[in-house]
C-alpha cells in the first residue's frame, strides 16, 4: 500500500472521497467542537422552546432547531461527534488489541493456550451481542468509558477469529519455521515476523469496526443505556427525542444520518483499504 | 412501583366512619343513559404481569383485578368514597377493635359456585401468608394474629371468624384508622380456594372471582380479552359487553391508532411528544380526559450523604429549583408543588407557602452551610423520557447555584436499588417511580417513604430520613380511629408534613395530572377514567350510542 | 460424518453451559434486588427475607446455579419473578412472532441480496456494480431505529398503507420484515457477487459460454446455483443474529417477539426470563453456525479435506 496507489483510488471513486471528506469532517467537528458550535451544548436556552414547552423547528436562529429542552441542535451534533469517535477510537482500539492478542497467543500457541482461547472464543460468538452489551450496560453503571468498554467485550470476537487465522497459516510459512529452526525465541519470531503482517488487519478492521461501534453506541443509547445526559452523543439524542419523530422529526433524521455518514464513510473506506492491502480480496468478504 | 391514581376528600374518612351502625349499599348511581353494550380496545406497551389479586401491584393489573373480583368494600366509581360491595352491611365496635360485615346473598364467583365467609377468611389469609410471596401483606398488619402467621408461627389468622353462613368478624390488635380502605384495595379480593388450588400455582394466569369481568382469552404477548361477569350482582353493571388488552404498543403508536378509531383507551396515556399536537387539534375535547390525580414528583435529598446532612443545604437546594420552567418541559401538564402532599388529600396545607424559588438566597444559605463554591454530587433518574430530560432541566438549575449534579439515568429497578441502599443515592428524581398513594388517606404518604420503618435496606425511604419526633405523631395520628376524631386526625396530619418540610428531606417539584386520551365512541365523565381508586374503571365507561 | 456432526453437537452443549455460566453469574451480580422489586413498596423486611427465600435467592451463587442447571435439563426454564409464571410458556408463546419475522426478514434480504449481487457479479466493475456495493454499505451502516422509524413515518403514519403496529396480519408485518430485510440485504449481495465471480470464471461457465448458451441461460442455470450455497450458509449465521438482533425492530413496531420479551425483562430484572432468552438466542447462534459449517465442505472442498 502506498499514498501514490490510495490516490489512485480516490480519483477512481469519487464515493471513497466523500467518505474521507466526511471523516475529516466529524474529526474537525470532534476537535474543534467550542469554535464551531453556535452555542453550548447543554445550554437551555429560554428561547428554545416554544411558549408551552415544545422543540422549535429549523430557523436562522437554531440552524438545526432545538430539541425537547430548548438545546441547540446543531451544537449538540458537533459535540455529539466528539462523544462518537471517542467511543469509536477507544472501544474499537481496545477490541482489536484485545482481539489480536488472542488471537495471535492462540494461533501461535497452539497447544492447550491456544485450545482454550479459541473456545472462549466460540463461546463469545455464541452469546447473543446485544443481549450481552445490554445487560453489561444495565449492571456497571453507564458512563462513556463503560459504555466504551462493553462495546470492546463484545467487537473483539470477530478480529481474534481473524488474527488466529492468519497466524496460524503465518507460523507454517517457511521463513518462520527456519527462524525457528536457527533457535529463534517465541517472542523474537512474534514480535519480527508475526505482528508486523498483522498490521495490515488491524487497520482494517481498526477502520471497519468503527462503523459498527459507532453504530452500536448508537443502539445502546436509543435504549437508553449509553452515554449518559447532558452529554449528547448521536444515539442518545434521538433516544431522548423519538417520541417526537412525527412532530419534531429533524430531532430524529438529522443525528440519523450523523450516525449513517459516519459509518458508511468508515465501512467504504475500511473496505478500500482491505482492497489495497489484499488484492486478491477484491470485492470478497 | 404502584400508580393507583386516588383521589381524596375529607369526607371519605366521614362515610367510612359513620357511627356504629350499619350502612346499606348506595349502589352504583344509576345511570343517566349510559349505553349497553359495545366491545373496546386497550393498549399497554408492557406484558399485563399477573391477575393473582394477592400478588399483583402495578398500575396495569390493578384495574383488571380490580374489575375481576369483588371486596367486601368498594369506592363509588369516580370517587374515593367507600361503600359496602361484596359486603351488605357492616358495623364497627366503639372501640375501633372490632369490624362485622355481612355478606351479600347470593353472590357467585364466576365457576358457579356461591360466594360464603370462609372465602373472604382464606382470601385475606392467602394474601398475608409468606408462601404466597404477596407484597401486600404489610396492609393487613392491623388484624390479631398478623404476626405469628407472618413468622410462620400459626397456619391462619386468628383475627379473622366466620361464626355463620354469613358474617365475617374482624378482630384488631389495634386500632388502624384505614382499615376499610384496606379492605377495598386489590390484596383483599375475595377469591375461590377449588380455583386457586386446581391452577396450580398459575392463578395469576387463570383468574376466577366475582367481579364485573371474566378473562375469556389470554394470548401471551399479545392481547387479553375480558367479556361482562352477567351474573354480577349489580344489574346493569357493567356496561360494555368486552373489553379487549393489546399488548406490546408503543404510546405514541397507540395513540395514531386510536385517532384513526382503532384503539379506544391509550393505556400508557399521551407521550409528551403528542400532547401539544392533540391538545390543539379541533378533537381535543372528545380525545383527552384530564384528570387532577394523588400524586407528587419530587428530588430526595439523603440525609445521610454528605453534604445533605446538612439542614441547610436541603433547604438551599429547595429554593434553587425553578418549578415553573419544569412544568412546561411537562407542557403544562403539572402545578408546582411545595409539599409532600398533592392538594387533593386530605392533610395539605393551603396556607402552607413553601420555598419560594431564590436563586440568590439559595447562594447565601450554601454559604453560611459552608458551600460557598457548591459541590459535586449525583442525581439519579429513571432513563424513560421525559424523566431524563427533568433530571437535565433540574441539573441546570442546581448548576446556577454552584451544586454540579452528575446524571445517573438508570433503568426504573435499578435507580430503586440504589435509592434503597445506604449511602448509595445522593439525590434522586423520583420521576416514574413518584408515588401515589394505595388509598387516599395521608398516612399511606408518610410511612414507606418519610418515615423511620421506610429507611431501610430495600426500602422506599430514599432520603433516609427519620424524624423520631415525627414519627410517634405520625403513629398517634393513625390510632385515632373514632371517627369523632378524624377532623382532628386529618389536622395532626397536616402538621406533620409542614413539620417534615422544615428538615427538607425532598424537594417537591410539581404535581402531575393524569391525561388518557379515550376514542370519541366512548362516553362518560373524566373521573371515570382517571378514577381515584382504579385508574380506568371498566365497570363504568360505556360507549355512547 | 456422523462423527463430525456428533463432535459438533457436542460442543454445541458445551458453549451452551458456557453461555448459561457466563450469564448466570453477570446477573447475579447486578445491582437490583428481585425480591425487593418484587416485595413492593409496602413490604416490611420479613416479607422480603421470605421472598428471598421462596426463590432460592438466599443458597450460595454456585448451588443456585446447579440447581438451575439441573431444572435447565429437564426443559424447565425456571419461574419469571415479575409474571409469577413459567418462562418456558412465555418464550415458546413469543418463539412464532420471532420465527415468523426471522423468516420474512431473511425472504426480503435473499431477494434482494441475490438480485443485486448477481447484477452486480455479471456487470463487475462497472457503474452498477459499484453502486450496487456501496448501497450493500449502507445497509449495514444504517442504524436499525433509523429505518425503523422513517418506514413507521411514512408508510404508516403519513400514508396509512400498513397498520403502525401489531401482530396477526401479513400487513402487520410489512415494514418490520423490510426494515430488517433492507438492512441485512447488503451482506447478501456481497456474498452472492464474489460467489458469482467465482463461478463465472470457472471452465464450465466459460465453455457453456463458448457453445453458444445465451447470457441469461448461463447465469440463471449454470452459475446461479453454485453461488446458492454461501447463501444458505449465510442464512445459518443469519438465523442466530434475527433471534436477539431483533430487540430494536420488535420495541418500534411493536411486534410480540422474544426480542420484546426481553427487553421488558432487561428493565425489570427478571432474571429467569433474561436467562431463558440468552439461552435460546444462543442455541439459535449455535445451531446456526453448525448449519453454516455443515454446508462449509460442500462450497469449498479444502475445507474438507482439512
Redesign the interface.
Known amino acids: 500500500m502506498s499514498a501514490g496507489s490510495l490516490l489512485r483510488a480516490l480519483v477512481r471513486r469519487p464515493v471513497l472521497a466523500l467518505a474521507l471528506a466526511i471523516i475529516a469532517g466529524v474529526f474537525a467537528c470532534a476537535l474543534l467542537a467550542p469554535l464551531l458550535a453556535p452555542y453550548a451544548p447543554d445550554d437551555q436556552i429560554f428561547d428554545g422552546l416554544s411558549l408551552d414547552g415544545a422543540p422549535l423547528p429549523p430557523s436562522a436562529q437554531f440552524l438545526l432547531g432545538t430539541d425537547t429542552l430548548g438545546r441547540d441542535l446543531l451544537s449538540r451534533l458537533i459535540y455529539g461527534a466528539r462523544t462518537s469517535l471517542l467511543i469509536g477510537l477507544v472501544a474499537n482500539g481496545t477490541a482489536v488489541m484485545i482481539g489480536l492478542a488472542v488471537g495471535v497467543i492462540a494461533g501461535y500457541f497452539s497447544g492447550l493456550l491456544g485450545g482454550v482461547l479459541m473456545r472462549f472464543t466460540d463461546l463469545m460468538t455464541a452469546f447473543p451481542a446485544l443481549l450481552l452489551a445490554i445487560v453489561l450496560a444495565a449492571l456497571l453503571k453507564p458512563s462513556l468509558w463503560i459504555v466504551a468498554m462493553v462495546i470492546a467485550m463484545v467487537n473483539w470476537v470477530q478480529v481474534a477469529r481473524i488474527g488466529y487465522t492468519e497466524t496460524r497459516s503465518l507460523s507454517e510459512r517457511d521463513f518462520i519455521l527456519a527462524e525457528r529452526a536457527m533457535g529463534a525465541g517465541n517472542l523474537r519470531i512474534l514480535a519480527r515476523h508475526i505482528l508486523p503482517h498483522l498490521v495490515p488487519t488491524a487497520i482494517v478492521w481498526g477502520t471497519l469496526g468503527i462503523a459498527t461501534t459507532v453504530l452500536l453506541e448508537a443502539t445502546l443509547s436509543f435504549l437508553g443505556i449509553g452515554v449518559q445526559p447532558p452529554q449528547p452523543s448521536w444515539g442518545n439524542i434521538v433516544f431522548e427525542s423519538q417520541s417526537y419523530f412525527q412532530s419534531a422529526p429533524w430531532l430524529v433524521f438529522f443525528p440519523g444520518l450523523a450516525i449513517l455518514a459516519t459509518a458508511l464513510s468508515f465501512n467504504l473506506i475500511g473496505d478500500a483499504l482491505r482492497d489495497l492491502i489484499d488484492p486478491t480480496q477484491r470485492g470478497r468478504d | 412501583?404502584?400508580k393507583t391514581l386516588l383521589r381524596s376528600t375529607a369526607l371519605a374518612a366521614a362515610i367510612a366512619f359513620a357511627p356504629a351502625a350499619a350502612l346499606t349499599l348506595a349502589a352504583t348511581a344509576p345511570a343517566m343513559a349510559q349505553a349497553q353494550g359495545g366491545d373496546i380496545v386497550v393498549t399497554y406497551?408492557?406484558?399485563i404481569?399477573?391477575l393473582?389479586p394477592a400478588?399483583g401491584?402495578d398500575w396495569q393489573n390493578w384495574s383488571i383485578i380490580k374489575s375481576l373480583f369483588s371486596r367486601l368494600m368498594d369506592y363509588t366509581p369516580g370517587t374515593p368514597d367507600l361503600v359496602p360491595s361484596l359486603a351488605e352491611s357492616f358495623t364497627v365496635s366503639p372501640d375501633g377493635l372490632t369490624y362485622t360485615f355481612k355478606l351479600r346473598k347470593g353472590v357467585k364467583f364466576s365457576n358457579g359456585r356461591e360466594v360464603v365467609p370462609a372465602d373472604v377468611k382464606y382470601s385475606i389469609e392467602r394474601a398475608v401468608d409468606?408462601?404466597t410471596?404477596g407484597?401486600?401483606?404489610?396492609?393487613f398488619g392491623a388484624i390479631a394474629g398478623f404476626d405469628d402467621f407472618?413468622?410462620g408461627k400459626a397456619t391462619g389468622l386468628s383475627g379473622i371468624e366466620t361464626p355463620d353462613t354469613e358474617t365475617v368478624v374482624f378482630k384488631l390488635s389495634r386500632p388502624d384508622a384505614t382499615f376499610l380502605h384496606v379492605l377495598a384495595i386489590n390484596f383483599a379480593s375475595v377469591v375461590p380456594k377449588e380455583a386457586v388450588e386446581a391452577a396450580a400455582g398459575?392463578f395469576?394466569?387463570k383468574p376466577v372471582g366475582s367481579g364485573t369481568f371474566v378473562l375469556k382469552d389470554w394470548?401471551?404477548?399479545?392481547k387479553l380479552v375480558f367479556a361482562r361477569n352477567p351474573d354480577y350482582f349489580v344489574k346493569g353493571v357493567p356496561h360494555i359487553d368486552s373489553f379487549t388488552i393489546?399488548?406490546?404498543?408503543?404510546?405514541?403508536?397507540a395513540l395514531?391508532?386510536l385517532q384513526?378509531g382503532e384503539v379506544d383507551i391509550a393505556g400508557d396515556g399521551i407521550?409528551?411528544?403528542?400532547f401539544?399536537?392533540i391538545s390543539k387539534s379541533p378533537d381535543a375535547k372528545d380525545l383527552i380526559v384530564d384528570g387532577q390525580q394523588l400524586h407528587t414528583g419530587y428530588v430526595t435529598l439523603n440525609t445521610k450523604i454528605k453534604p445533605f446532612d446538612n439542614v441547610k443545604v436541603r433547604q438551599a437546594l429547595n429554593m434553587a429549583i425553578n418549578k415553573d420552567r419544569l412544568v412546561?418541559?411537562?407542557?403544562?401538564r403539572a402545578t408546582p408543588a411545595n409539599q409532600p402532599l398533592p392538594p387533593a388529600m386530605p392533610g395539605y396545607d393551603t396556607a402552607y407557602k413553601g420555598y419560594a424559588y431564590d436563586v440568590a438566597k439559595a447562594k447565601a444559605l450554601l454559604k453560611e452551610a459552608g458551600y460557598a463554591d457548591g459541590f459535586s454530587t449525583v442525581l439519579y433518574s429513571t432513563?424513560?423520557?421525559?424523566q431524563?430530560?427533568i433530571?437535565?432541566?433540574i441539573?441546570?438549575d442546581l448548576a446556577a447555584v454552584g451544586v454540579k449534579a452528575?446524571?445517573?439515568?438508570?433503568?426504573?429497578?435499578?435507580v430503586?436499588?440504589?435509592g434503597?441502599?445506604e449511602g448509595e443515592a445522593p439525590m434522586i428524581w423520583s420521576g416514574g417511580m413518584a408515588w401515589i398513594a394505595?388509598f387516599p388517606d395521608p398516612s399511606n404518604f408518610y410511612g414507606?417513604?418519610l418515615g423511620c420503618a421506610?429507611a431501610?435496606?430495600?426500602g422506599?425511604n430514599w432520603s433516609w430520613y427519620c424524624n423520631e419526633d415525627l414519627q410517634k405523631r405520625a403513629v398517634a395520628a393513625d390510632s385515632m380511629s373514632d371517627p369523632a376524631k378524624s377532623a382532628e386526625r386529618i389536622e395532626a396530619w397536616k402538621k406533620v408534613f409542614v413539620d417534615v418540610m422544615a428538615d427538607a428531606p425532598w424537594i417537591p417539584v410539581f404535581n402531575e395530572r393524569r391525561v388518557v386520551a379515550k376514542s370519541k365512541r366512548m362516553g362518560g365523565e373524566p373521573n371515570i377514567y382517571v378514577d381515584p381508586t382504579r385508574v380506568i374503571n371498566y365497570d363504568a365507561i360505556f360507549v355512547k350510542n | 460424518m456422523a462423527l463430525l456432526l456428533a463432535r459438533r453437537l457436542l460442543q454445541a452443549a458445551l458453549i451452551l453451559l458456557g453461555v448459561a455460566a457466563i450469564t448466570f453469574v453477570l446477573l447475579y451480580a447486578l445491582p437490583a434486588d428481585p425480591a425487593v422489586l418484587l416485595a413492593g413498596r409496602n413490604a416490611t423486611p420479613q416479607t422480603v427475607a421470605n421472598i428471598r427465600h421462596q426463590l432460592g435467592l438466599d443458597l450460595p451463587l454456585p448451588v443456585q446455579f446447579w440447581n438451575y442447571i439441573v431444572h435447565l435439563l429437564q426443559g424447565d426454564l425456571g419461574r419469571s419473578f415479575n409474571q409469577k409464571t413459567a418462562v418456558a410458556p412465555l418464550i415458546l408463546a413469543r418463539l412464532p412472532a420471532t420465527l415468523t419475522l426471522m423468516a420474512a426478514g431473511i425472504a426480503i434480504e435473499v431477494m434482494i441480496g441475490l438480485t443485486l449481487g448477481v447484477i452486480a457479479a455479471v456487470r463487475r466493475d462497472g457503474a452498477i456494480d459499484r453502486l450496487v456495493m456501496t448501497l450493500s454499505f449502507v445497509g449495514v451502516s444504517t442504524p436499525q431505529f433509523l429505518v425503523a422509524l422513517l418506514l413507521l413515518y411514512v408508510f404508516a403514519a403519513t400514508l396509512g398503507w400498513f397498520p403502525m403496529s401489531g401482530y396477526g396480519t401479513p400487513a402487520h408485518l410489512v415494514l418490520p420484515a423490510v426494515t430488517l430485510g433492507i438492512l441485512g440485504a447488503g451482506w447478501y449481495a456481497r456474498i452472492v457477487r464474489s460467489a458469482m465471480i467465482d463461478v463465472l470464471g470457472q471452465d464450465y461457465v466459460r465453455t457453456a459460454h463458448a457453445k453458444g448458451v445465451p447470457a441469461a441461460r448461463v447465469v440463471l442455470r449454470h452459475a446461479l446455483p453454485n453461488a446458492l450455497l454461501p447463501v444458505i450458509a449465510m442464512i445459518g449465521i443469519d438465523i442466530g443474529q434475527f433471534m436477539s438482533g431483533a430487540v430494536v425492530v420488535e420495541a418500534v413496531f411493536g411486534w410480540p417477539g422474544i426480542g420484546q420479551l426481553a427487553w421488558q425483562a432487561i428493565q425489570q430484572v427478571d432474571i429467569p426470563i433474561i436467562m431463558g432468552v440468552t439461552l435460546v438466542s444462543a442455541l439459535a447462534i449455535v445451531l446456526g453456525n453448525l448449519l453454516a459449517d455443515l454446508i462449509a465442505p460442500f462450497i469449498d472442498p479444502r475445507i474438507r479435506a482439512g
Open positions: 412501583m404502584l406497551k408492557d406484558d404481569a399477573t393473582d400478588i401491584y409468606p408462601k410471596q407484597p401486600g401483606a404489610g396492609f407472618s413468622a398459575d395469576g394466569k394470548v401471551i404477548g399479545q393489546e399488548i406490546g404498543q408503543e404510546p405514541l403508536v395514531l391508532r384513526k407521550p409528551p411528544a403528542k401539544l399536537e412546561r418541559i411537562v407542557n403544562g432513563n424513560t423520557d421525559p431524563p430530560r433530571a437535565q432541566a441539573q441546570q452528575e446524571i445517573k439515568a438508570l433503568a426504573q429497578s435499578n430503586i436499588a440504589a434503597g441502599t394505595d414507606p417513604i421506610g431501610v435496606q430495600g422506599w
